[in-house]
Structures are given as structure tokens and as C-alpha cells.
């Protein structure tokens, strides 16, 4: 009785598996994923041009290679800007290291498909011996099987032109608002600010 169980068990799951959608890291990217807004936004305000999104500064992903190329490519968008793929058609990198909500995440060639969430820290792009650091507020990182880096972040400035002293008055007030805050939206506000500028801090002394 239990061989038959364990047998009709065995059946369904084969035959789940054979119905398995595959992973969108296998499939190629549409070539344009904002046409169906386009047309939408066409249709009710004709006289505007369509805002652009993130990912209209996104190569679109080819099929995942057979071999693991030798560099990365990244696409490094702002919601209002691109920050990396505006260099080249597509910006090819040693290593990216993001920080990701988990911890300090490097991603390789080759690196398997993730999602991660950001949280505010430093994100370092290697290329040889340059290595360009960003102050990342939060996002989201897309790791694609096909050596793509999608990252996504809703604010982002070079570490070299973010301001130390700024960083200090802001840690100095958010810091005194947590401790005078008397409701709990303006305990989160406070300890939000206080998170940011001691991640900024944290990325200007390390």
C-alpha cells in the first residue's frame, strides 16, 4: 500500500516537472517590453510623449550562452536615469558588488539567477583595476543565468561627490528626532533617516 502511494507520488511529480514552466533566465527578453504601454498611454493622451521608464535604458537579454563569458554585463538604471549603459551599448564588468539586504553579494560571470533587495550601502563596479563606487539608497538587483546584471535603484550618487559634513548634520538630526518622535510614523521616518545617513557614514569611512 505505501509502494503504491509513494508510486502514484512519484507519477504526479514527473508529470508536474514535464508541465514545469521554464525560468524567464532561460527566455529571451521581449525587444520592446514598454510597447503595450506606449500604445495605452497613446490612446488616452495623444499630445504627450510617454514617460520613459527603467527599462528603456535596458539592452535587451539574449539567450543564455553555452559558456560562461568573461565579463558581466550590467545595466545599472535610476527611475529617472541611466547610470552605467549609458557608456556603451552594454557596459561589460569584472564584478559588481551590491548590498543586498542578506549582506555584501559579488556577482560574477556566470553567477546564478537571483533577486536580491537593497538596502542602502555601497555598490562597487570592477572593471581591471578601476573600481567606481555608488551610494545606493534601495532597489532591487536581477541576476540573470545569462551573465545580464539588471539593478535597479531608486537613488544612486558616486561616493566621491557625496559630501561629508552634510552626512554628518543629517545623521545629527534624524538622530534627534528618534529620540524626541512621539508617534510611531514619525519613529519610522526618524529611524529611516537614521539607517541612510549611517550607511552613507559607514561608506565614506570604510
Known amino acids: 500500500m505505501f509502494r503504491q502511494a509513494a508510486a502514484r507520488i512519484l507519477s504526479r511529480s514527473s508529470s508536474s516537472a514535464a508541465r514545469a514552466r521554464p525560468f524567464s533566465t532561460d527566455l529571451a527578453a521581449a525587444a520592446s517590453p514598454d510597447e503595450t504601454f506606449v500604445e495605452a498611454w497613446k490612446k488616452v493622451i495623444p499630445n504627450i510623449e510617454p514617460p520613459k521608464t ?3 535604458f535596458m539592452t535587451p537579454r539574449p539567450a543564455t550562452p553555452s559558456s560562461i563569458p568573461s565579463k558581466l554585463t550590467v545595466n ?3 527611475p529617472y536615469a541611466s547610470e552605467l549603459s549609458t557608456k556603451e551599448a552594454s557596459y561589460k564588468v569584472d564584478m559588481v558588488i551590491i548590498p543586498a539586504s542578506t549582506g555584501q553579494m559579488g556577482v560574477l560571470p556566470g553567477h546564478v539567477a537571483t533577486i536580491a533587495e537593497l538596502k542602502p550601502g ?4 570592477h572593471e581591471g583595476d578601476k573600481v567606481v563606487k555608488y551610494f ?3 532597489g532591487f538587483a536581477f541576476v540573470h543565468s545569462n551573465s545580464y546584471a539588471d539593478i535597479i535603484a531608486v537613488e544612486a550618487v558616486p561616493i566621491d561627490q557625496i559630501d561629508p559634513a552634510l552626512v554628518q548634520k543629517g545623521l545629527a538630526d534624524f538622530t534627534q528626532k528618534l ?3 512621539s508617534t ?5 521616518e526618524a529611524q529611516i533617516g537614521v539607517d541612510v545617513h549611517s550607511a552613507l557614514n559607514s561608506a565614506l569611512t570604510g
Not at 122 to 125: A, D, G, P
Not at 184 to 188: G, H, I, S, V
Open 122 to 125: 555601497v555598490m562597487s563596479v
Open 184 to 188: 510611531d510614523l514619525e519613529k519610522a
Open 136 to 138: 545606493v539608497s534601495s
Open 54 to 56: 527603467p527599462s528603456s
Open 179 to 181: 529620540s524626541s518622535a
Open 76 to 78: 545599472f538604471v535610476l
